[in-house]
Structures are given as structure tokens and as C-alpha cells.
């Protein structure tokens, strides 16, 4: 999320070749760190509600924290000896070695946060969840305005930024476990953790590959500098899961709560939610993405925006994907999502090498599409033969067409000026809200609770409020 707020900083205080170096230390980080407990979070949640008593799954939070931060400090210290060899690997050269001990110092702060994250999504303290969260991001961006802008020191600077603001949270989230919880460490409940975590290391290792990969494949075929404007595309496209990821990380924590046993209307009822919000959040980073860009970053980088409704497509299926493979937790199957996983991993790394070297970066966007549409038809299946589920049809295929039709008006709209492209945008958007609002999308018992809520914002309402 920080890369998208500071895109209007980072195009015009770096050269696409450095924005191209700042993704694949971006890349590389974030693979080791999928290897090493992205995932442990899950495994805390489950963990915690499995275990009946309060004192226990203070322990369990307790041992989840401290258990990660010694993992995470043992990474710091590896990247001193093999940071040489890795920058030789990644770059050719040995001149980034200082950057990966930056980025590395930060994932090894990163990781103790999330086991810490983990626990207050499952205390379902969204408000502090959310401000803490803000905090971070705030404190980032401060920090990179003044080392990259103020003191021009480039890419150490937003490295800088990010540590730091990783560290004050983790010293944040720390009080506030050790004054809930306590400290200690119970050895065999965190190799419990890690023993359900690890069937799911290969989630992330292998979404990192999903994720990122095409760019390492990219190397081979295009500049820097294309790497640089194919990456931009990717932040604006991936905005899809920085505005869904929240809901999902609240949903993975309360699912166990809410989805019972022989009951699945809420969960499929939620499934609709879920889509309707892919849809709005796709559709608006596809619309939106060449006045976006051309607001937030500089010339070198328009080339951008003709990459990003595909690039969108692929994150709400991939989104979809993981809304669904979470329900396998909740038959404690983790297994059966790293299998999931690992196929899309392999359809991935054959369309990487079969398309990019003929398509370039638009080979690498469709190979992104193909991939999360295997994850999500699979992941679908495998949910279904878990918790068997009645999907809304109707309203997903209506929320479908209505996504659809608007993408495919805004290509007939004349392009021209920013002020124009918005106002085409904005038509098209409303067309989907004309289509996604029109009778008999909505239930009884959700026009029953919408009713209220619109009457408070009505005039006659606020009128009569007021004479009172």
C-alpha cells in the first residue's frame, strides 16, 4: 500500500530503472518472507480458537509473537553473509548489497507484527486494527517525504522509511501483547503453529512466484526501464487486493464464528458481498488507471495505464480465489490449499516462459489472467467439496454482465484530456451502478435494512429532524 500512495514520488524522484530496481528488491524480499511465516498468521487464528480457555490462548498469542521474533531476527542476521551473493544473483552485480541489508532488517521486524496483527483480527478489534495499520502507513510516508524528497537519498531512503516505521509499530504491538497476554514461550505449542503452517508455506512462496515472477522473466526480455513501467501498472492493478485484503484478513479470523456446521446462507451470502466488492474495485482501478497515472506520475511513465484493466481482472479473480480456498481452513485442510496453489505455480511458470518471451509485457499480464482463473476454478472446486455451498447465481452472473458492459462502453468513449478520460470513466461507472441497482437485485430482508439507513440522508428527514 505505501509503493501506491508514494507513486507520485517515487515517478518523479526516480528513474524507471530505479523503480525497476526497487520492485525486484521488492520481489525478492517478499518471496523469503512467504518462505519464512507470511502465512503463520492463519496458523495463530486457528490455533486460538481451537484452544477453550482464555489463559491458553494467551499463551498461544504469547508463544505466536515471540516465537516469530526470533525468526524474524535470525533472518536479519543470515542476509549479512549471503547478501554479496544474493545481489549478485538478482543484479548481476554486487553494488545493491547495502539494500538488501536494509530490506531484510525490515521483513525481520515484519514478521513478529503480523503474528501480533494476526491476534487482534481475532479479538475482532477492528478499530485499533485499522489505526495501527494507518499509523504505520503515515509514519512511512512522513519518513520517505523526508529521506527521499528532503534529504535526496533515493532508494536507501524509502528502505530507511520502511524499517523504521516497522519498527516503531512492532514496539507498538509488543506492549500491547505482553499486557494482554504476557510474555512466555511454550515450545510445543509453537512447533503446534508451525506444524499447521507449514503445509501452507507453499501458499505464499508460490503466490510470490504468481505474483512476481514475471518479472524475473522479464529480465531476460525487456529493459529496466520497461521493468519500471510494467510495475507501475502492477501497483495500480494490485490496488484491487490493498482495498479487499482487509475484509479478507477479517473474514479468515471470523469465518470460524460464522459459517456453522449444515448452514452455509451466510457464507454464500457473503460470497456475493465479496464479489460485488471485487467487481466495484476492479472496474474502478480499470477505468480510472490512464487519469490516475497521468495525475500521479510523470511522462516517462503513461505506457502504463494500457496494462492495468488486465492486470485488474486478474487480482479480482485471485481475490475471488482466496475468499474461497479460506473456507478450507475451516475443515483443517491447509493441505489441500498448498495443492492448489502448487498447480497454479506450475501453469504460471509455463506461461511466463511460453508468453513473455513472444508478448513481452503484455505476455506477462495475460499469463497473470490465466493463472488466477486456474486458481480460482480450482480453489472453487475444492471449497465446494469442503463446505458444500448454493451460490446467488443470479446476482453473481448480474454482477458479472454489469462489470463487463461498463468496461466494454468505456472503450467505445472518445480518449482525450484528462478532464475528459474522468468524465468517460465516471459514465461508465455509472452505467454499472444503473445495471447493479435496478429492481430485484436486492433481497426483502436487505431492502428491510437498507430502508432505515437511507432515511437518515434523505431531505425530508434531515427537514424534519431539524423542525424538531
Same mark, same amino acid.
Given at each position: 500500500?505505501?509503493?501506491?500512495?508514494?507513486?507520485?514520488?517515487?515517478?518523479?524522484?526516480?528513474?524507471?530503472?530505479?523503480?525497476?530496481?526497487?520492485?525486484?528488491?521488492?520481489?525478492?524480499?517478499?518471496?523469503?518472507?512467504?518462505?519464512?511465516?507470511?502465512?503463520?498468521?492463519?496458523?495463530?487464528?486457528?490455533?486460538?480458537?481451537?484452544?477453550?480457555?482464555?489463559?491458553? %490462548?494467551?499463551?498461544?498469542?504469547?508463544?505466536?509473537?515471540?516465537?516469530?521474533?526470533? *525468526?524474524?531476527?535470525?533472518?536479519?542476521?543470515?542476509?549479512?553473509?549471503?547478501? #554479496?551473493?544474493?545481489?549478485?544473483?538478482?543484479?548481476?552485480?554486487?553494488?545493491?548489497?547495502?539494500?538488501?541489508?536494509?530490506?531484510?532488517?525490515?521483513?525481520?521486524?515484519?514478521?513478529?507484527?503480523?503474528?501480533?496483527?494476526?491476534?487482534?483480527?481475532?479479538?475482532?478489534?477492528?478499530?485499533?486494527?485499522?489505526?495501527?495499520?494507518?499509523?504505520?502507513?503515515?509514519?512511512?510516508?512522513?519518513?520517505?517525504?523526508?529521506?527521499?524528497?528532503?534529504?535526496?537519498?533515493?532508494?536507501?531512503?524509502?528502505?530507511?522509511?520502511?524499517?523504521?516505521?516497522?519498527?516503531?509499530?512492532?514496539?507498538?504491538?509488543? *506492549?500491547?501483547? &505482553?499486557?494482554?497476554?504476557?510474555?512466555?514461550?511454550?515450545?510445543?505449542?509453537? $512447533?503446534?503453529?508451525?506444524?499447521?503452517?507449514? #503445509?501452507?508455506?507453499?501458499?505464499?512462496?508460490?503466490?510470490?512466484?504468481?505474483?512476481?515472477?514475471?518479472?524475473?522473466?522479464?529480465?531476460?526480455?525487456?529493459?529496466?526501464?520497461?521493468?519500471?513501467?510494467?510495475?507501475?501498472?502492477?501497483?495500480?492493478?494490485?490496488?484491487?487486493?490493498?482495498?479487499?485484503?482487509?475484509?479478507?484478513?477479517?473474514?479468515?479470523?471470523?469465518?470460524?464464528?460464522?459459517? $456453522?456446521?449444515?448452514?452455509?446462507?451466510?457464507?454464500?451470502?457473503?460470497?456475493?458481498?465479496?464479489?460485488?466488492?471485487?467487481?466495484?474495485?476492479?472496474?474502478?482501478?480499470?477505468?480510472?488507471?490512464?487519469?490516475?497515472?497521468?495525475?500521479?506520475?510523470?511522462?516517462?511513465?503513461?505506457?502504463?495505464?494500457?496494462?492495468?484493466?488486465?492486470?485488474?481482472?486478474?487480482?479480482?479473480?485471485?481475490?475471488?480465489?482466496?475468499?474461497?480456498?479460506?473456507?478450507?481452513?475451516?475443515?483443517?485442510? #491447509?493441505?489441500?490449499?498448498? %495443492?492448489?496453489? &502448487?498447480?497454479?505455480?506450475?501453469?504460471?511458470?509455463?506461461?511466463?516462459?511460453?508468453?513473455? #518471451?513472444?508478448? $513481452?509485457?503484455?505476455?506477462?499480464?495475460?499469463?497473470?489472467?490465466?493463472?488466477?482463473?486456474?486458481?480460482?476454478?480450482?480453489?472453487?472446486?475444492?471449497?465446494?467439496?469442503?463446505?458444500? =455451498?448454493?451460490?446467488?447465481?443470479?446476482?453473481? =452472473?448480474?454482477?458479472?454482465?454489469?462489470?463487463?458492459?461498463?468496461?466494454?462502453?468505456?472503450?467505445?468513449?472518445?480518449?482525450?484530456?484528462?478532464?475528459?478520460?474522468?468524465?468517460?470513466?465516471?459514465?461508465?461507472?455509472?452505467?454499472?451502478?444503473?445495471?447493479?441497482?435496478?429492481?430485484?437485485?436486492?433481497?426483502?430482508?436487505?431492502? =428491510?435494512?437498507?430502508?432505515?439507513?437511507?432515511?437518515?440522508?434523505?431531505?425530508?428527514? %434531515?427537514?424534519?429532524?431539524?423542525?424538531?
Amino acid at each position: 500500500m505505501i509503493s501506491f500512495f508514494m507513486l507520485p514520488v517515487y515517478t518523479r524522484c526516480l528513474t524507471t530503472s530505479e523503480y525497476g530496481v526497487m520492485e525486484l528488491l521488492e520481489i525478492t524480499s517478499n518471496f523469503i518472507g512467504a518462505l519464512v511465516g507470511s502465512r503463520f498468521g492463519d496458523a495463530l487464528t486457528n490455533v486460538y480458537f481451537s484452544t477453550p480457555d482464555e489463559a491458553g %490462548r494467551k499463551r498461544v498469542v504469547s508463544t505466536g509473537v515471540i516465537g516469530m521474533t526470533v *525468526i524474524g531476527a535470525l533472518l536479519t542476521a543470515l542476509i549479512i553473509p549471503i547478501g #554479496p551473493y544474493l545481489s549478485l544473483f538478482v543484479f548481476g552485480s554486487t553494488a545493491q548489497t547495502q539494500y538488501f541489508y536494509l530490506t531484510f532488517a525490515a521483513l525481520g521486524v515484519f514478521l513478529p507484527s503480523e503474528a501480533a496483527f494476526a491476534y487482534i483480527r481475532a479479538l475482532n478489534r477492528s478499530t485499533l486494527y485499522s489505526g495501527l495499520q494507518c499509523m504505520r502507513l503515515l509514519l512511512m510516508v512522513g519518513l520517505n517525504l523526508v529521506f527521499l524528497v528532503g534529504m535526496r537519498m533515493g532508494i536507501r531512503g524509502i528502505l530507511l522509511s520502511s524499517l523504521t516505521g516497522a519498527s516503531v509499530t512492532q514496539i507498538i504491538l509488543t *506492549i500491547f501483547v &505482553i499486557s494482554r497476554c504476557g510474555w512466555t514461550f511454550d515450545v510445543e505449542l509453537f $512447533k503446534r503453529q508451525l506444524r499447521f503452517s507449514l #503445509p501452507l508455506v507453499m501458499v505464499p512462496a508460490g503466490m510470490m512466484f504468481v505474483h512476481y515472477g514475471d518479472r524475473m522473466f522479464l529480465k531476460y526480455s525487456v529493459s529496466l526501464s520497461d521493468i519500471g513501467i510494467y510495475a507501475l501498472a502492477y501497483k495500480i492493478g494490485m490496488l484491487v487486493s490493498y482495498l479487499v485484503n482487509p475484509v479478507l484478513f477479517y473474514w479468515r479470523a471470523q469465518m470460524y464464528a460464522v459459517v $456453522k456446521p449444515g448452514d452455509t446462507r451466510i457464507y454464500a451470502r457473503i460470497a456475493t458481498y465479496m464479489a460485488l466488492l471485487l467487481a466495484t474495485v476492479g472496474l474502478l482501478c480499470s477505468l480510472f488507471a490512464r487519469p490516475v497515472i497521468e495525475l500521479l506520475a510523470g511522462p516517462a511513465y503513461q505506457r502504463a495505464a494500457v496494462f492495468v484493466p488486465l492486470v485488474s481482472l486478474g487480482y479480482v479473480l485471485l481475490n475471488a480465489s482466496e475468499f474461497f480456498r479460506s473456507v478450507l481452513l475451516l475443515s483443517n485442510r #491447509p493441505g489441500r490449499e498448498a %495443492r492448489i496453489v &502448487i498447480a497454479g505455480t506450475v501453469v504460471c511458470c509455463v506461461a511466463y516462459a511460453t508468453l513473455i #518471451p513472444s508478448w $513481452k509485457l503484455w505476455g506477462a499480464a495475460s499469463a497473470t489472467v490465466l493463472t488466477f482463473a486456474v486458481l480460482l476454478v480450482y480453489g472453487l472446486w475444492e471449497a465446494q467439496r469442503a463446505i458444500p =455451498a448454493r451460490f446467488e447465481t443470479a446476482r453473481l =452472473a448480474r454482477i458479472a454482465a454489469a462489470a463487463l458492459a461498463a468496461f466494454g462502453a468505456s472503450l467505445l468513449l472518445p480518449r482525450g484530456g484528462f478532464w475528459i478520460d474522468i468524465a468517460g470513466a465516471a459514465a461508465s461507472f455509472l452505467l454499472y451502478g444503473a445495471m447493479i441497482c435496478s429492481p430485484g437485485f436486492l433481497s426483502r430482508d436487505e431492502l =428491510a435494512y437498507l430502508r432505515p439507513l437511507a432515511a437518515r440522508f434523505t431531505p425530508r428527514r %434531515r427537514g424534519a429532524a431539524a423542525g424538531m
